[in-house]
C-alpha cells in the first residue's frame, strides 16, 4: 500500500522558519520525482517545487512565490523528502501537502500538514 | 506561465444528470501533461484523468477527459452522490505546474 505522510506542520512566526518532513512507503521511492503543492483555506491547488530523483540529478524547481525561500531536499536512504521554509510570511499559512509526480500527474497524496504563520 | 481557467466556477446539477466542466489554458499544453482532480471535504485530492483523456486505476468509466491544445473538459456522465466535490485541472510544462482554481460541483 502507497503511503506519503507528512509531518512537521504547525505554528510559526512571520520571518520564521519551519522544516516539513514526507515519509514514502509502498512505491520506489529514490526513482520518483516529489512534489510539495499547498492550499491555502478555502481556496485552490498552488504548486511550490519539486525535486527529482538521483538519475535527474536532483534537480529542484519552485514557484515564484516561495523561490528563494524555500528549499526541497531529499533523503532516499530513508524514503523521506523535505521542505524547508525560511522567511515565512502570513501568505505561506496553508495545508501543504506531498505528492509523488509520474508521467505528467500527481498520483499519489499525503493526508497534508497544517503550517500557520501569524503573531 | 501558463493560467489555466476552469469554468464554470459552480455547477449545480441533480443525481443522474451529466456534468461538463471546463479547463481553458492561456497557451497550448501538451495533452501529455493534462490532468484532472477531485477533491472532497478535509481530503486530498484525488487524480482522476491524465494525458488528457486516460482514467487513473480505480476511476469509474462514468469519468471521462478530452481535448487538445488550450481546450480542455471532464465529464461525468450520470452524476452519483458521491461525486459531488470540486474539481481541479492541471498541467506541466517547462519546470513549471499550475492547477485551475477549481469548479465546484454541487447538488440541486
Known amino acids: 500500500e502507497v503511503q506519503l505522510v507528512e509531518s512537521g506542520g504547525g505554528l510559526v512566526q512571520p520571518g520564521g522558519s519551519l522544516k516539513l518532513s514526507c515519509a514514502a512507503s509502498?512505491?520506489?521511492?529514490?526513482?520518483?520525482?516529489m512534489h510539495w503543492v499547498r492550499q491555502a483555506s478555502g481556496k485552490g491547488l498552488e504548486w511550490v517545487g519539486r525535486?527529482?530523483?538521483?538519475?535527474?540529478?536532483?534537480?529542484?524547481a519552485y514557484a515564484a512565490s516561495v523561490k528563494g525561500r524555500f528549499t526541497i531536499s531529499r533523503d532516499d536512504s530513508k524514503n523521506t523528502a523535505y521542505l524547508q521554509m525560511n522567511s515565512l510570511k502570513t501568505e505561506d499559512t496553508a495545508v501543504y501537502y506531498c505528492?509523488?509526480?509520474?508521467?505528467?500527474?500527481?498520483?499519489?497524496w499525503g493526508q497534508g500538514t497544517l503550517v500557520t504563520v501569524s503573531s | 506561465e501558463i493560467v489555466l481557467t476552469q469554468s464554470p466556477g459552480t455547477l449545480s446539477l441533480s443525481p443522474g444528470e451529466r456534468a461538463t466542466l471546463s479547463c481553458r489554458a492561456s497557451?497550448?499544453?501538451?495533452?501529455?501533461?493534462l490532468a484532472w482532480y477531485q477533491q472532497k471535504p478535509g481530503q486530498a485530492p484525488r487524480l482522476l484523468i491524465y494525458?488528457?483523456?486516460s482514467r487513473a486505476t480505480g476511476i469509474p468509466d462514468r469519468f471521462s477527459g478530452s481535448g487538445s491544445g488550450t481546450d480542455f473538459t471532464l465529464t461525468i456522465s450520470r452524476l452519483e452522490p458521491e461525486d459531488f466535490a470540486v474539481y481541479y485541472c492541471?498541467?506541466?510544462?517547462?519546470?513549471?505546474?499550475?492547477f485551475g482554481q477549481g469548479t465546484r460541483l454541487e447538488i440541486k
Open positions: 525535486i527529482r530523483s538521483k538519475a535527474n540529478s536532483y534537480a529542484t
Open positions: 494525458g488528457a483523456s
Open positions: 492541471q498541467q506541466y510544462g517547462s519546470s513549471q505546474i499550475t
Open positions: 505528492t509523488r509526480f509520474y508521467g505528467g500527474s500527481f498520483d499519489y
Open positions: 509502498g512505491f520506489t521511492f529514490s526513482g520518483s520525482a
Open positions: 497557451q497550448s499544453v501538451s495533452s501529455s501533461y
